[in-house]
């Protein structure tokens, strides 16, 4: 009323329902965005993709985690975690990463204090290295960016 406008609760209520279909529509369209991008990584798991690219990462596994033995549990939820974080699936990363700290508590000799490989995990999953920003994609593709790819070669020079 200030400067001269008055808002009507018509108008008011009009705006919230827009918005509110806005932001519905987005969440949708994410929802799908991961049902589809979960959907991929089970096929590629079920078809051994998954194994390949585990084994191109299990390397760097071993260098990031060299507290945890080379047979245990732990070792392929990190690799799950660190390939789902790279793909930009974070959604789907946290799950395995939960696994992963609950493998590492195993072998945690002070259950009270976190080990080095539990606070590299942590820290890995905190700055979330994607090579391929998915979920940020899937975002910009529902807000109908003319261009949502257009930011891939930012992120990754970020990450």
Same mark, same amino acid.
């Given at each position: 009323m200030a400067i001269g406008k008055l808002v009507t609760l018509k108008s008011l209520t009009d705006a919230a329902f827009e918005y509110a279909t806005k932001g519905f529509d987005i969440a949708l369209k994410l929802v799908a965005a991961m049902v589809m991008l979960l959907g991929l990584m089970k096929v590629g798991e079920k078809a051994g993709i998954i194994q390949i690219v585990a084994g191109a990462v299990y390397p760097a596994i071993r260098f990031l985690f060299p507290q945890v033995p080379k047979d245990h549990p732990a070792? +392929?939820?990190?690799? %799950?975690?660190?390939?789902? @974080? &790279?793909?930009?699936?974070?959604?789907? =990363? $946290?799950?395995? +990463?939960?696994?992963? %700290?609950?493998?590492?508590? @195993? &072998?945690?000799?002070?259950?009270?204090? =976190? $080990?080095?490989?539990?606070?590299?995990?942590?820290?890995?999953?905190?700055?979330?290295?994607?090579?391929?920003?998915?979920?940020?994609l899937s975002v910009r593709n529902a807000a109908n960016c003319s261009d949502p790819t257009e930011i891939i070669g930012t992120c990754m020079l970020a990450g």
């Open positions: 070792n +392929g939820a990190i690799v %799950m975690n660190v390939t789902s @974080t &790279l793909l930009g699936l974070g959604n789907a =990363a $946290t799950p395995f +990463g939960l696994k992963a %700290m609950k493998e590492l508590q @195993t &072998l945690n000799d002070h259950p009270e204090v =976190a $080990t080095d490989s539990q606070v590299m995990l942590l820290g890995y999953n905190t700055a979330g290295l994607a090579i391929l920003p998915t979920t940020l």
